[in-house]
């Protein structure tokens, strides 16, 4: 490449006596700042026609994008689903069970891959006597299903499993008893 | 907040633990004239020794908003000091985010920070030579047959005396590894949790100090009863003049920003001081990262094992 170039130099100065123009030479490649630097760009009348749009038109977009935290609940107004708000004042117990950030029951169905699938019920974000809560949901759940539960107290994590797909009845549990 | 707790069959730590995090309601009842009583003699002796150090009235900062601001959990009230004076000058009482400043430590998460901290960067240069890459080996010992001895194709297979390591360290190797985001968001929300819990956390208005001299940072922490130990900590990366060249000589006081801020230098310092600055970036960072609800979309481009 420079050889060649080179050579295509000492040509260009044999055949006229032109002053020495190393871009012409090895046609280095210019690259501008913006379209308008170019000289090869004409003025703005041959190109296509636009109009600015009002910029309060960016709420449309702004609201298409979804929230990056999560929004607070509406306070007034019915949910078609199963959903309740959190109380306002926590429950007089000696335990608390917090809501998730989306203000959802801390209740989760788990599956272990033993050889009949194993279902387990957890509770987590639990804050207080975990064993009174523990002993409060077991009788409850021996209750209604009228056979024996297995669980299990993580103090560390504090979490609660029991074995056995009993989500719907521990959330209902639980937000019956204002959590 | 109005809830009893019992503890029955919890270990001796989780025991500890609750003492310092199921704070009933009535602790620290803080008013603006129980702040006065306790500064009105600590201001006379400050202006008789240093009469130059001028303050407008006390307390100069008075509340902070909390984002995100706790439902049941009490906010921290911490006093904020100053760093203008050997002696301690309280300058006014914040409150701190109790999903930051009040979390339940959890030990096992701070153990596996730890441990990550220490191992990512980890490098083991330990090698052994394979069959192939010790010298020789390459002719066969003795004919196959006929020499009443057992057969062998080289004198440095694994199951000869001076032979190759079969299943040896080879280097280097590498012990790389990422602990999950919220392992880590935990692990300082853990770390800060147990040292404002055991009164080794402070905050401080700024880190200016009067002089460059080190003898003046030993006799403010020797007086404070801050550790060995302090690691000071703001939100800019451009530290004073003054705290750099007075902490320079000293390997045990350290500067460092908040994104600096890791599990094992807090654990390492005796004392952590933050200024209100870092405080602020502190708690903003760490309650949207609690909050937000992008996270998966938003961790997909730093994940390792998923393309």
């Known amino acids: 490449m420079a050889s060649v170039a080179a050579r295509s130099f000492v040509f260009r100065q044999q055949m006229n006596t032109r002053r020495f123009d190393f871009a012409s030479c090895l046609n280095i490649k210019s690259f501008y700042s913006s379209y308008s630097a170019n000289p090869k760009e004409k003025s703005p009348e041959n190109y296509t026609q636009y109009h600015e749009v009002s910029s309060d038109n960016w709420k449309f977009v702004e609201r298409l994008k979804p929230p990056t935290v999560v929004p607070s609940f509406p306070k007034n107004g019915s949910c078609f689903s199963d959903w309740t708000p959190p109380p306002d004042t926590p429950p007089n117990l000696p335990y608390f069970v917090k809501r998730t950030k989306n203000f959802m029951v801390p209740v989760y169905l788990n599956f272990e891959a033993v050889r009949n699938q194993r279902k387990i019920t957890m509770v987590k974000h639990i804050e207080g006597d975990i064993w009174a809560l523990e002993k409060a949901i077991k009788s409850h759940l021996e209750e209604v299903t009228k056979r024996q539960v297995v669980s299990q107290v993580h103090e560390v994590a504090m979490y609660i499993k029991f074995r056995g797909d009993y989500v719907l009845h521990v959330k209902k549990w639980l937000l019956n008893a204002g959590f | ?307």
Not at chain 2, 100 to 119: G, K, S, Y
């Open chain 2, 1 to 307: 907040m109005a809830t009893k707790i019992i503890n029955k069959t919890v270990t001796e730590l989780s025991l500890r633990i609750t003492r310092c995090f199921f704070v009933p309601s009535k602790t620290i009842q803080t008013n603006a004239t129980l702040f006065q009583e306790r500064l009105e003699t600590s201001i006379t002796n400050v202006e008789e020794q240093l009469p130059t150090t001028i303050r407008p009235p006390l307390p100069i900062i008075h509340s902070r908003k909390l984002a995100f601001p706790p439902k049941f959990k009490a906010p921290r009230q911490v006093w904020v000091s100053n760093m203008d004076t050997v002696e301690e000058e309280k300058l006014g009482l914040i409150d701190l985010h109790p999903e930051v400043f009040a979390e339940r430590p959890r030990v096992d998460i701070i153990h596996e920070n730890v441990r990550w901290q220490q191992l990512y960067r980890h490098v083991s240069y330990a090698n052994t030579k394979m069959r192939y890459e010790v010298r020789g080996g390459g002719k066969k010992p003795r004919q196959q047959k006929g020499s009443g001895r057992s057969r062998h194709g080289s004198i440095r297979s694994p199951i000869w005396r001076g032979g190759g390591i079969v299943h040896g360290p080879r280097s280097p190797t590498p012990y790389f590894y990422m602990l999950g985001f919220n392992t880590r968001l935990n692990g300082l929300r853990s770390t800060l949790s147990a040292k404002l819990a055991q009164d080794d956390l402070h905050i401080v208005d700024s880190l200016d100090i009067p002089t460059d001299d080190p003898s003046y940072l030993e006799k403010l922490v020797e007086e404070r009863g801050w550790g060995p130990a302090v690691l000071f900590v703001d939100d800019n990366d451009i530290m004073p003049l003054n705290i750099t060249a007075a902490s320079d000589s000293h390997g045990h006081y350290n500067l460092m920003p908040v994104y600096g801020l890791n599990v094992y230098s807090m654990l390492k310092h005796h004392t952590l001081v933050l200024t209100l600055a870092a405080v602020e970036r502190l708690e903003e960072r760490l309650l949207f990262h609690l909050n937000r609800n992008d996270a998966a979309s938003a961790g997909q481009k730093y994940r390792l094992d998923s393309v």
